[in-house]
């Protein structure tokens, strides 16, 4: 019975679920009705879905469109060094590579640089053999264990420059990095050129200036907490030269390399032009002088490259330019000793003759800014002399109580001595003295003008003994 039971409460539930038409077959057309409305509904689900991510004619999003949505164009503030057509943004800011023949001077003079034979190598053939065995191990390795492991066995001052004037930062931001001019024949502005962050930066440290060319160099900037034309890199003023390291495993290319160090390149020798222009001048600027060097590789091949510096002759910008000097196979033991010299070489003629003329033209810069402050002087006191009133280190010294007594008639009615007036006399000349000492420190325009307002405030000291009595006897 309890079997029976159960087959009815079953048959009853499938009753109540089917219908009391279960038992009545289903028409073709039915069939295909119910099959093209639940089709129906599934597009309007889909197509609602796709279009809620989409702003609608007036402006308005629904709700789920107010979710913010990302994509690679929005996030892009700054051009790409991986760009296909970063070269051509690059250009727009007067920045190139390899694009124009340099100077033959300028590139016998950076040959002469890198080629200079050294005495002994860096690393002996076992050292070299070694080195290439890491390399083959790092073929399918990324950037970081490419610079760390190959590059600081290669690169001498890897680690820390081989001179005390010199200085070395990795992977660090040129955060105060002054932009290159934009060319003037470009109407619609192209993106911003990433501010670089080489793998391998080298410039200065301060045992290479005098505190006062300090002083210059922290002038040498847009304001005072701002971009700085002299130290791009926090702590790094004048760089001379980078090391772009990329990997083949990971899509680096030397020419990425290159796009890196032209940027750093440029701005670089656009600080030291710069400070030329506003020290000595860029009239008698040496431009073959070779200013910054790089050295661009990955796990087969090494490129040193020089930068040197042209001019517009449309718009009478300058131009920054990359030229390579050397492509080094890494996989020869010569190579590598080749490169090694070449970077020692940079380094040795970074702290003698490229340095030099940097601290002329501080010396150069400073000397001007005092001149200036000197002349601001001069001329402030000039109006205060047209105006009738003096400095308190011009003005006439005050007479003494002895003096005063002397400049007054006597009891008898006697007038001061010839001797005491000759006392007041030297009191002005005194005065005429400070004046002139100050005149003759500023350029000839001002002593000029110097001169005239001296004259006057002469008479004018002249007479100012007629207000009291006079001092000649009767």
């Not at 469109?65 to 990302?70: A, F, G, K, L, V």
């Not at 004037?165 to 502005?189: E, F, I, M, Q, R």
């Amino acid at each position: 019975m309890a079997d029976v039971g159960s087959a009815g409460k079953r048959r009853r539930h499938l009753e109540d679920v089917d219908g009391s038409d279960n038992d009545q077959p289903i028409s073709k057309n039915k069939l295909i009705s119910d099959h093209s409305s639940v089709s129906e509904r599934s597009r309007q689900r889909r197509t609602s879905n796709e279009m809620s991510h989409l702003t609608s004619p007036e402006g308005t999003a629904t709700a789920s469109s107010r979710r913010p949505i990302t994509t690679a164009v929005s996030r892009k503030t700054t051009a790409s060094v991986y760009d296909t057509d970063y070269r051509v943004t690059l250009e727009k800011y007067n920045t190139y590579i390899m694009e124009e023949d340099p100077p033959p001077e300028f590139v016998k003079r950076a040959r002469n640089i890198i080629s200079r034979q050294r005495e002994t190598p860096e690393l002996d053939d076992a050292a070299i053999k070694g080195m290439r065995s890491i390399m083959r191990e790092l073929q399918n390795e990324g950037e970081e264990e490419v610079k760390n492991k190959v590059g600081a066995v290669i690169i001498p001052g890897f680690s820390a420059p081989p001179n005390k004037k010199l200085s070395g930062v990795s992977g660090t931001l040129w955060a105060k990095t002054v932009p290159v001019p934009l060319d003037l024949t470009v109407l619609a502005a192209p993106l911003p050129l990433p501010k670089p962050k080489p793998d391998k930066a080298f410039g200065y440290a301060k045992p290479a200036f005098s505190p006062s060319q300090l002083a210059a160099i922290n002038l040498l900037a847009q304001s005072p907490v701002g971009s700085s034309f002299a130290s791009p890199s926090e702590g790094l003023p004048f760089p001379f030269f980078v090391i772009e390291v990329k990997s083949q495993a990971k899509d680096g290319s030397i020419r990425v390399a290159r796009n890196q160090a032209a940027g750093a390149g440029a701005i670089a020798m656009n600080g030291i032009l710069e400070l030329v222009s506003r020290g000595p001048g860029l009239d008698g600027f040496d431009f073959n002088q070779p200013l910054f060097f790089s050295v661009t590789m990955d796990q087969e091949r090494a490129g040193i490259n020089a930068h040197w510096i042209g001019k517009n002759p449309q718009t009478d910008q300058h131009t920054f330019h990359l030229e390579e000097l050397k492509m080094l196979p890494l996989k020869y033991d010569d190579s590598v000793q080749v490169l090694q010299g070449a970077i020692k070489n940079i380094f040795d003629y970074a702290a003698d003759l490229h340095l030099k003329p940097i601290l002329d033209a501080l010396d150069e810069y400073r000397r001007k800014i005092i001149a200036q402050r000197n002349a601001d002087s001069v001329e402030k006191t000039l109006g205060n002399v047209q105006s009738g009133v003096l400095p308190s280190s011009l003005r006439p010294p005050r007479l003494s109580k002895r003096v005063k007594r002397a400049s007054a008639p006597s009891k008898n009615g006697r007038a001061a001595s010839k001797a005491q007036e000759a006392t007041i006399v030297c009191h002005g000349r005194a005065s005429r003295k400070i004046i002139q000492s100050q005149a003759e420190a500023q350029p000839p325009d001002a002593c000029k003008r110097v001169a005239i307002n001296l004259a006057d405030f002469e008479d004018g000291y002249s007479e100012a003994p007629s207000m009291s009595p006079r001092l000649t006897g009767s």
